[in-house]
């Protein structure tokens, strides 16, 4: 019997399957199955409540690269690579492509053993049937809420508190996660900003010394960056940027 947690690598498997056959499937003229969704009427209950769950399951794919943003490590991460991209002055390099995939992974490595959590408290057993969804749902919550409120400042977790106008929490289950999701995103934008600027300030001086020598010279109408930017590349490199800025990142989430 199949395992349930080799169902996503199965699932993985048949769908690179099915992309290398898609040639030879057009080569052979073999007929392709149709996929219709019809509202009807039925006097059946459960087909009823079957359909809304997979409504609410399509709704929630829809938000999920939202709750990706929103929930993890993914905001912070992001915007940093944005202000060091910004500060080396290499316009569309690294492209965007680049700067959301890395965040992506990054996010993945920190969130794993929170989403390992999540995998064994609540998804394995609602699929074995040992607990019910609302349950699952419960303990999925949980380990999420627990990680945005290690990185969610009190000043910012007090002011939706206040603004929710809800009583003073007495502990991390009084937290509603509507009042922790906006906590911790605007936490998490003051730390990548604070992190943006301590990144800026180095490029910062070499742009400052290039111009005050560009100057100095008479070369006012040589635009500094093109002198800079050579500079603030070698620096970056010579330092092993990539490392430490990968680095720093990293171990502000999991120390």
């Known amino acids: ?33 149709s996929f219709n969704l019809e509202v009807g009427q039925s006097d059946n209950p459960d087909q009823v409540a079957s359909a809304l769950q997979v409504i609410a399951l399509l709704t929630i794919l829809t938000l ?41 992974f990054l996010t993945f490595f920190i969130m794993a053993p929170t989403w390992s959590k999540i995998n064994q408290e609540a998804l394995d057993p609602y699929l074995d049937k040992k607990i019910s969804q609302k349950v699952a749902l419960e303990k999925a919550i949980t380990p999420i809420k627990s990680f945005m409120a290690t990185y969610t400042q ?44 301590i990144i800026y300030v180095p490029f910062l001086v070499i742009d400052m010394v290039v111009a005050s020598v560009l100057m100095s010279m008479g070369m006012m109408m040589l635009p500094p960056i093109m002198i800079s930017l050579p500079f603030k590349l070698m620096l970056f490199v010579l330092v092993d940027g990539w490392y430490l800025v990968t680095a720093s990142l990293v171990k502000s989430f999991t120390g």
Do not use: H, Y
């Open 1 to 33: 019997m199949i395992k349930k947690k080799n169902i996503g690598f199965l699932f993985l498997l048949i769908l690179i399957s099915s992309i290398v056959a898609v040639p030879e499937l057009f080569a052979q003229n073999i007929p392709i199955p």
């Open 64 to 104: 999920a690269p939202a709750i990706l943003i929103m929930t993890t490590s993914f905001t912070r991460i992001v915007i940093v690579l944005s202000f060091l991209r910004n500060a080396l002055g290499t316009q569309q390099s690294p492209p965007n492509q680049v700067i959301i995939g890395l965040s992506m």
């Open 154 to 197: 009190e000043k910012d977790l007090a002011l939706f508190v206040r603004i929710a106008k809800i009583k003073r929490p007495r502990n991390l289950d009084d937290v509603p996660v509507w009042v922790m999701i906006p906590a911790f995103i605007i936490s998490e934008l003051k730390k990548a900003f604070q992190m943006g600027f």
